[in-house]
Each structure stands twice: as structure tokens, then as C-alpha cells.
């Protein structure tokens, strides 16, 4: 062949004869487990760090705690990010404030996210709030939720108290999380470790209409 003819097929050869040991990097994926770990992790701690970041430790962990507990609930996603940012595309109605109040334009202090961080890897290492149980809500002190009379009160910690479902457990939830799966399989991990069933009575969440959960595990709106 005459690469003459062809100045860029010579060029292209040259190039080639030159650099015989040119190394092309391997893109290897991400590993899942430690993308949703992460991912859990960091959800977590934005939630404490917002919602209880001057609270006590034992308030802190409370919060967290409260994630976990509805992580086990079926009426609950089965992420920790699924369960934090639930509703936050709505102006009202999220089930964390700081999700859709505009929180979230106003980063928290590296401080309080390096202390919030911590704790939530002691939550997710297997860590629980024995002072909370079951516990799946929560409010500040100077306010009363429409949904407080019908929950069972467990506790007051700083500036929130705490409730659970009537008929839930009254035991924490633990992080048996299977995060090569996504977090789904806690759910099933923890229903297997709580032998109480959820009272499948009516509830109404933060914002959301009233719920009610089917034999067969689907959440209902009331009127269905």
C-alpha cells in the first residue's frame, strides 16, 4: 500500500509503531454495595443532621431510629432514602420538613454533618434507641399534629416527642440491611425478627391522606 496517497493513514501508523505500550485504563462500575451504603448513609445523616441537629445525642439517634422503624413498616419505602425523601416532590406533605421547606438551600455546618455522619454509621452498624422502640413518628413540642391522638406516645427527647402505631412493635428496628439488593430485602430481614404484625388500622402519615394497609400488603387510601 502506498500511505503516501494517504497522510493520515500514515500519521495514524506512525503514532501506532511509536507508542506500542499505551495502557488504556479499565472502567470498572461501581460496586452497589457501596453505592447504596453510601447512598443510605448520607440520607441518614442529612435527616439527623436537619431535623435534630441541636438535639442531644439520644435525640439524634431517636431520629434515626425513627427511619429504621418505618424501613420495617410495610407502608414505608424500603430505602433509607426512600423513606427520608417520601413526598419531598410535594410543597406540603413530605414526612421530614426539612425535604421540602427549603431546607436544603441552607447547608448545615460541616460539624453538625461530620456528628450527624457518625451516628449514622453507629445506626447502620447495628446500633438502636431502646428510649424510642418502635417508634415511626415524631414532632416538635410546640406543636399537635392531627395524628398525635391516635398514635401510642412513647417518649420525649429535647424538642420532639415520639410515637408509635397502635399494635406496632415496641422495639427498635435493627440495620440488617442488604445493600447489594438495595436495601429492599430489610423489610422481609426484619418482619422475620418481629414476631408482633403491624395493626393494619387506619393511620394518616404526615400530610398524607388517611392510609389503611390490605391483607395482601397494598397500601389503601381510605374510600378505596
Same mark, same amino acid.
Given at each position: 500500500?502506498?500511505?503516501?496517497?494517504?497522510?493520515? &493513514?500514515?500519521? &495514524?501508523?506512525?503514532?501506532?509503531? &511509536?507508542?506500542?505500550?499505551?495502557?488504556?485504563?479499565?472502567?470498572?462500575? %461501581?460496586?452497589?454495595?457501596?453505592?447504596?451504603?453510601? #447512598?443510605?448513609?448520607?440520607?441518614?445523616?442529612?435527616?439527623?443532621?436537619?431535623?435534630?441537629?441541636?438535639?442531644?445525642?439520644?435525640? $439524634?439517634?431517636?431520629?434515626?431510629?425513627?427511619?429504621?422503624? #418505618?424501613?420495617?413498616? %410495610? /407502608?414505608?419505602?424500603?430505602?433509607?432514602?426512600?423513606?427520608?425523601?417520601?413526598?419531598?416532590?410535594?410543597?406540603?406533605?413530605?414526612?421530614?420538613?426539612?425535604?421540602?421547606?427549603?431546607?436544603?438551600? #441552607? %447547608?448545615?455546618?460541616?460539624?453538625?454533618?461530620?456528628?450527624?455522619? /457518625?451516628?449514622?454509621?453507629?445506626?447502620?452498624?447495628?446500633?438502636?434507641?431502646?428510649?424510642?422502640?418502635?417508634?415511626?413518628?415524631?414532632?416538635?413540642?410546640?406543636?399537635?399534629?392531627? =395524628?398525635?391522638?391516635?398514635?401510642?406516645?412513647?417518649?420525649?427527647?429535647? &424538642?420532639?416527642?415520639?410515637?408509635?402505631?397502635?399494635?406496632?412493635?415496641?422495639?427498635?428496628?435493627?440495620?440488617?440491611?442488604?445493600?447489594?439488593?438495595?436495601?429492599?430485602?430489610?423489610?422481609?430481614?426484619?418482619?422475620? $425478627?418481629?414476631?408482633?404484625?403491624?395493626?393494619?388500622?387506619?393511620?394518616?402519615? =404526615?400530610?398524607?391522606?388517611?392510609?389503611?394497609?390490605?391483607?395482601?400488603?397494598?397500601?389503601?387510601?381510605?374510600?378505596?
Amino acid at each position: 500500500m502506498a500511505f503516501g496517497k494517504y497522510p493520515l &493513514a500514515k500519521l &495514524a501508523l506512525g503514532v501506532a509503531m &511509536a507508542l506500542p505500550q499505551i495502557a488504556f485504563a479499565q472502567i470498572t462500575p %461501581p460496586d452497589p454495595v457501596t453505592v447504596n451504603r453510601t #447512598r443510605a448513609l448520607t440520607c441518614l445523616a442529612q435527616a439527623i443532621s436537619y431535623e435534630a441537629g441541636n438535639e442531644t445525642i439520644a435525640g $439524634q439517634e431517636a431520629v434515626a431510629q425513627v427511619i429504621l422503624n #418505618r424501613l420495617r413498616h %410495610p /407502608a414505608y419505602p424500603k430505602t433509607i432514602c426512600g423513606v427520608v425523601y417520601q413526598g419531598s416532590e410535594r410543597k406540603t406533605g413530605c414526612q421530614f420538613t426539612f425535604t421540602c421547606d427549603g431546607s436544603l438551600r #441552607r %447547608p448545615r455546618s460541616a460539624q453538625s454533618m461530620a456528628f450527624a455522619t /457518625a451516628i449514622a454509621e453507629r445506626v447502620l452498624s447495628g446500633g438502636t434507641s431502646l428510649i424510642v422502640g418502635g417508634a415511626t413518628h415524631y414532632h416538635a413540642n410546640y406543636v399537635l399534629p392531627y =395524628w398525635a391522638p391516635s398514635l401510642v406516645k412513647i417518649a420525649n427527647i429535647g &424538642a420532639h416527642i415520639f410515637y408509635r402505631m397502635p399494635g406496632a412493635p415496641d422495639f427498635p428496628a435493627v440495620a440488617n440491611i442488604d445493600y447489594a439488593r438495595g436495601e429492599i430485602a430489610v423489610a422481609q430481614q426484619n418482619s422475620a $425478627q418481629q414476631p408482633p404484625a403491624p395493626n393494619t388500622s387506619l393511620f394518616s402519615p =404526615w400530610g398524607l391522606p388517611t392510609l389503611s394497609i390490605a391483607p395482601s400488603g397494598r397500601i389503601k387510601v381510605a374510600g378505596e
